[in-house]
T-cell receptor, first 113, second 115 residues
Framework: AQSVTQPDIHITVSEGASLELRCNYS??????LFWYVQSPGQGLQLLLK??????LVQGIKGFEAEFKRSQSSFNLRKPSVHWSDAAEYFC???????????FGAGTTVTVRA | SQTIHQWPATLVQPVGSPLSLECTVE??????LYWYRQAAGRGLQLLFY??????ISSEVPQNLSASRPQDRQFILSSKKLLLSDSGFYLC??????????????FGPGTRLTVL
């Protein structure tokens, strides 16, 4: 069955430290891949996406993600975290001929001073 | 670019009362439209999606229904709310010709509390 896994439910990181959020998927073919961020009480904002081509994609707010086909992963990274990065992050996966996205359960990021 | 409006932003309703949440989209035409729910501490659950006027696909059997009376309007309804209907309801749009067909953009959400 198709699935999206975010292994970390909650991550705490110090301001200025690096951040990596993990996402693994189980699909028969290479899907479209997305990362969204949600601040408390807000909607989801698209951070970045991968369709094809260069496996390292740059997004907004200084985030990047790397697609690794051999590991079925699409991990999100940021070199230096700001307090405003405290939020919930969702990985999403969609097949190229499907209307729907499958979302991971989300990772909550807490930033400590 | 598209803008998604949802109202109301917050709603408190008694058990057994009806519900109507509205989503409208600007800046695009013939979008795919989606309703999601986030229960407290849980992830996103797709409730309904629509690829055109009057076309509704239901993902989860429940006491909710959806309608799309106009191209850029998507309504979520219930005749009798349950306590379990409490949550954060998100409308999304997607299916733009120059993007991945399932890339979605989200509205600001409606917080529903059923008492």
């Amino acid at each position: 069955a198709q699935s999206v896994t975010q292994p970390d439910i909650h991550i705490t990181v110090s301001e200025g430290a690096s951040l990596e959020l993990r996402c693994n998927y189980s699909y028969g073919a290479t899907p479209y891949l997305f990362w969204y961020v949600q601040s408390p009480g807000q909607g989801l904002q698209l951070l970045l996406k991968y369709f094809s081509g260069d496996t390292l994609v740059q997004g907004i707010k200084g985030f990047e993600a790397e697609f690794k086909r051999s590991q079925s992963s699409f991990n999100l990274r940021k070199p230096s975290v700001h307090w405003s990065d405290a939020a919930e992050y969702f990985c999403a996966v969609g097949l190229t001929n499907d209307y729907k996205l499958s979302f991971g359960a989300g990772t909550t990021v807490t930033v400590r001073a | 670019s598209q803008t998604i409006h949802q109202w109301p932003a917050t709603l408190v309703q008694p058990v057994g009362s009806p519900l109507s949440l509205e989503c409208t989209v600007e800046g695009t035409s013939n979008p795919n439209l989606y309703w999601y729910r986030q229960a407290a501490g849980r992830g996103l659950q797709l409730l309904f999606y629509s690829v055109g006027i009057g076309q509704i696909s239901s993902e989860v059997p429940q006491n909710l229904s959806a309608s799309r009376p106009q191209d850029r309007q998507f309504i979520l309804s219930s005749k009798k709310l349950l306590l379990s209907d409490s949550g954060f309801y998100l409308c999304a749009c997607g299916g733009q010709w120059d993007r991945a067909y399932n890339e979605q953009f989200f509205g600001p959400g409606t917080r529903l509390t059923v008492l």
